[in-house]
């Protein structure tokens, strides 16, 4: 009986001692798991983030390894709708690092061009969960891991992708504005409207990552924001879809628009001859007219049709080319006693051409000014005209009277033909020496693939005319009109000039050719042209051809062929020093015409 009692106090003792223990740890979790659902599961998702982001970069660090040279970069998207995670992650910014030096990529960016329509159609993920993993990713990490981190971190990074994901960021906010009613006010209009303003302003110009401020920085994180709630707010995404391939179709056409526009203003500033030079050549005229008869004369008339000296020939109505021209070629040249310039222009410009070289003497080279009036040989202006050409360039006489060059200086054997639109970098005296093997043309071939200057036969001649088809093959190796050497006398016993009348003729019944002297001239030399080394001649100037600087550099001659002449504003700001190194800005007309280098 005291048995029994003494176990039942005991029982009872161990009963309470019980219920007091386990009471607390009841109530405590009673109370945790009305919170599982919130912070444990935010803190939960942000875990297994954190570690599949490991998991990836472990696995791709074992990768690299492996093959770290031949190892290609994905092509990451520059943002993704919803819950994708932008390729360009704004939280693994270091708020520690310099803006100079961005964080790598986030690896989340490796499944990013997959787009999953589950995923797409799902809500973002809660701003705790990013809030988490930002803080999980600035912990220190493994060495591992900062190894991966350094071999991913090469020079691709010059990609700029904040940059890109600012201007993504600013597309899609557009987008969004667009789904809204016309003449909205809304909270969300005003928030989106504010975002695209102060990111605009913030961004600028910029065109490197390196560039951003910090401001910028935080205008992106407050746009993603705005972006998600705007996600939230449109889920439709065939909708989105369809705006943003109107928009993509709207952009193309004003760009297709504007570079037509931009091509035709090109040309025609091309075709226009500037203010200046308007102004420089009335100047000159009104001086020249000042001078007595026996004053306009120019010296050394003697020299004029002398075979032994290096004649050159120049066709143009433009006095400060020329004068470039002539100047680029005397100051190069080791013997410039032996050169003697032939300027042919028009009765307009013969005054004032005229007197620039009077006034401007080059040295010890002889300089002779004749009109295209003088001679009773360029070709018909009707026919000329006949090749239906906007450019007024292509059908002028003036370019057309090259291919009489053996009837206009009849005692001369060779003779160097220049465009107005060169410069001359090296002597040309070994021009003289080069054996022409017969051939009538000394040119620089333009047959070789890849080159800015490349050209076909069948790009400007109508290949399927039957008396075209027959008389040339098409993959005949082209070459450039603008410095060639012609040995005249082969020309006239081949009566070149004769052949290039009858392909005139026969291109203004025809369409044989296009307008210019370019393909007439493949036509008429065609077997008649001799190659000569690329070095002598670089084209490309005169338009954004992509010519390299170290094949400048060891030119004898460089031309600005197209329309972006040197003395016009349109003209490659970094090309044109080569140009005005030869002009004499410090003359008195030159200045007071408003012609600055």
Not at 57 to 85: C, M, S, T
Not at 437 to 456: D, H, I, M, Q, Y
Request: hydrophobic share 40%; proline share 5%.
């Amino acid at each position: 009986m005291r048995f029994t009692r003494r176990f039942t106090r005991i029982f009872i003792i161990l009963c309470l001692i019980a219920v007091f223990v386990t009471t607390p740890i009841l109530l405590f979790s009673s109370h945790r798991l009305i919170h599982l659902g919130s912070d444990a599961s935010k803190e939960f998702v942000g875990d297994l983030s954190i570690l599949k982001h490991r998991i990836e970069v472990q696995a791709l660090n074992a990768v690299q390894q492996e093959e770290v040279e031949n190892l290609k970069e994905p092509i990451l998207d520059v943002y993704r709708d919803g819950n994708q995670i932008s390729a360009v992650s704004l939280y693994t910014i270091d708020k520690n690092d310099s803006l100079g030096q961005p964080k790598n990529v986030s690896l989340a960016g490796n499944n990013v061009t997959t787009h999953d329509m589950k995923k797409e159609s799902q809500q973002s993920l809660p701003e705790e969960t990013l809030a988490t993993r930002e803080k999980a990713l600035e912990k220190p990490r493994p060495k591992e891991v900062q190894h991966s981190q350094n071999v991913q971190s090469h020079p691709r990074r010059a990609l700029d992708e904040r940059v890109k994901e600012i201007k993504d960021q600013l597309i899609r906010a557009k987008a969004f504005l667009n789904f809204a009613p016309a003449g909205s006010n809304s909270n969300f209009v005003k928030e989106i409207k504010l975002r695209i303003k102060d990111l605009e302003r913030a961004a600028g110009e910029v065109s490197k990552d390196s560039d951003l401020s910090r401001r910028a920085i935080q205008k992106m994180k407050a746009m993603s924001a705005t972006l998600s709630k705007a996600s939230r707010l449109f889920p439709d995404c065939s909708a989105m879809v369809k705006k943003l391939r109107a928009m993509t179709y709207n952009a193309e056409e004003q760009l297709r628009t504007q570079k037509n526009q931009a091509s035709f203003l090109e040309n025609l500033a091309g075709r226009t001859t500037p203010k200046g030079l308007h102004c420089l050549s009335m100047r000159l005229t009104t001086e020249y007219f000042a001078l007595q008869s026996e004053e306009q004369k120019l010296p050394n008339q003697h020299k004029f049709q002398n075979p032994d000296l290096h004649h050159f020939a120049v066709f143009s109505d433009n006095v400060l080319a020329c004068s470039a021209v002539v100047n680029s070629t005397v100051s190069t040249a080791r013997a410039p006693e032996k050169i003697v310039f032939h300027i042919v222009t028009d009765s307009l410009n013969l005054p004032a051409m005229t007197m620039w070289f009077l006034s401007n003497p080059p040295g010890k080279a002889t300089i002779q000014i004749q009109s295209i009036d003088m001679f009773d040989l360029a070709p018909n202006k009707d026919t000329l005209q006949k090749q239906e050409s906007l450019d007024p360039r292509y059908t002028s006489p003036l370019n057309h009277l090259r291919f009489y060059l053996p009837n206009i200086f009849p005692s001369l054997n060779k003779i160097v033909l220049l465009d107005h639109d060169v410069v001359v970098k090296r002597d040309l005296s070994g021009l003289w020496h080069i054996n022409m093997k017969g051939k009538v043309n000394g040119a620089v071939e333009t047959c070789l693939e890849g080159e800015p200057s490349f050209r076909r036969m069948d790009m400007l001649i109508n290949f399927t005319d039957p008396m075209v088809a027959t008389k040339f093959d098409m993959r005949s190796c082209t070459w450039a009109f603008g410095m060639n050497l012609f040995d005249l006398q082969e020309w006239r016993k081949r009566n070149l000039t004769g052949l290039y009348h009858n392909y005139l003729e026969l291109g203004s019944n025809r369409p044989l050719m296009k307008a210019g002297t370019l393909p007439i001239g493949w036509m008429t030399f065609y077997k008649h042209t001799r190659a000569i080394d690329r070095r002598w001649h670089v084209l490309g100037l005169g338009y954004d051809s992509g010519v390299k600087l170290h094949e400048i550099e060891q030119a004898a001659v460089i031309h600005y062929d197209g329309v972006m002449k040197p003395w016009l504003e349109i003209g490659l700001q970094k090309l044109k020093p080569y140009w005005k190194k030869h002009v004499r800005y410090e003359h008195p007309f030159v200045q007071q015409c408003n012609i600055h280098a």
